[in-house]
């Protein structure tokens, strides 16, 4: 197990060490992060949100992560900086454990003849590679993965197990793609038939086109275009289990919580947050810097940047009914309103 010395930790995220405890100096060896009230002796925690200021006088930890403001009430050694959160960010980082997804180029992976592929790349069991692609520097593949005809996969990009890259998708570099997704797959492009009222299928003639440093989580789904590519740019972060459809644009450095879904054709901008369960209307246009709340349903263009919420908070059954009850009510009493004040004017 791989020790880091508090003096290293400091150092390696930029906080100032400040020593309050003789059992806790530059030289204590550290060897995990925990969360303050389980941390122990030989552990960092952190302090990012005030609520849990409380536990400083209790924690166990050797060191704290933790503002300027905050280092009064910490009674262990403290690693002080403008921004704990970041702190904790980079030290789970130099404490990571996870392993690749790959170690070499396994004999099972079935790899045309024509694949470019780079340095120091892994490729794991029973990975499919077509003809075309093209893999960057050390880009890693991991077991069941397929790999459609002239895709591309930039350099330190990763991909976890079974996930499956259609044809012609461009994915850029240094990337992460968790189990299960799929990227590229047939965009919900179909022609009404007025015959029997079945439906005839268009294929979706573009691509997908994946920037750099952009993270998907496990079980998402990417739409490839109908005609113009499905473009995720620079910076963006995906959660497990979100669908974007068709020819959807979104901005640098969006990100998405899980099981939100976006319709074709719509455009997205930089630096948008989008919780849960939000759902996005095709065809429209989000403005730059929007934020929506858990089960928003965006139906039209946002052309302002701001916080966003429709999705209603549970309440008891009964009241629920109740307010279902009322809601039906609101059109007659609109009518009564606007006839109520027709009387008054009149008067």
């Not at 850029?172 to 799929?182: K, P």
């Not at 095709?282 to 429709?310: P, R």
Request: proline residues 2%; hydrophobic residues 40%.
């Amino acid at each position: 197990m791989t020790c880091y010395t508090l003096a290293d930790i400091a150092k390696h995220i930029g906080a100032e060490l400040v020593v309050k405890n003789q059992a806790s100096t530059a030289d204590c060896e550290i060897s995990g992060l925990a969360t303050l009230a389980t941390a122990k002796s030989g552990q960092v925690a952190f302090l990012a949100n005030s609520k849990y200021v409380t536990q400083l006088t209790s924690t166990q930890a050797s060191a704290v992560i933790l503002s300027p403001q905050a280092l009064a009430e910490c009674q262990v050694s403290a690693l002080v900086m403008d921004n704990p959160y970041m702190g904790y960010a980079l030290l789970a980082n130099l404490l990571d454990k996870t392993p690749k997804s790959a170690n070499g180029v396994h004999p099972s992976a079935v790899i045309s003849d024509n694949v470019q592929i780079g340095e120091n790349v892994n490729i794991g069991a029973n990975v499919v590679i077509e003809s075309g692609v093209k893999l960057g520097d050390n880009v890693t593949i991991g077991a069941g993965c397929f790999i459609g005809k002239n895709a591309k996969i930039g350099a330190e990009t990763q991909l976890w197990s079974n996930i499956s890259i259609y044809h012609e998708v461009s994915i850029g570099q240094r990337c992460l793609i968790q189990a299960n997704t799929v990227i590229g797959s047939d965009g919900f492009g179909y022609a009404p038939v007025s015959e029997h009222y079945k439906w005839h299928k268009i294929p979706q003639l573009g691509s997908v086109v994946i920037g750099d440093q952009v993270e998907i989580g496990a079980s998402t789904t990417i739409d490839r275009g109908a005609l113009e590519d499905t473009i995720i740019k620079d910076g963006v972060i995906l959660d497990n289990q979100i669908q974007i459809a068709h020819n959807v644009v979104i901005g640098e450095n969006t990100a998405m919580a899980a099981c939100s879904v976006i319709a074709g054709s719509t455009i997205i901008g930089k630096n948008c947050t989008i919780a849960g369960l939000v759902g996005i209307n095709g065809h429209i246009t989000i403005a730059d810097g929007c934020v929506f709340t858990g089960m928003a349903m965006v139906t039209k263009n946002v052309t302002t940047a701001d916080v966003y919420s429709s999705g209603m908070p549970a309440t008891p059954n009964k009241e629920w009914h109740k307010t279902n009850a009322r809601v039906k009510q609101l059109d007659k009493l609109s009518k009564r309103v606007k006839e109520l004040e027709k009387q008054l004017n009149n008067k």
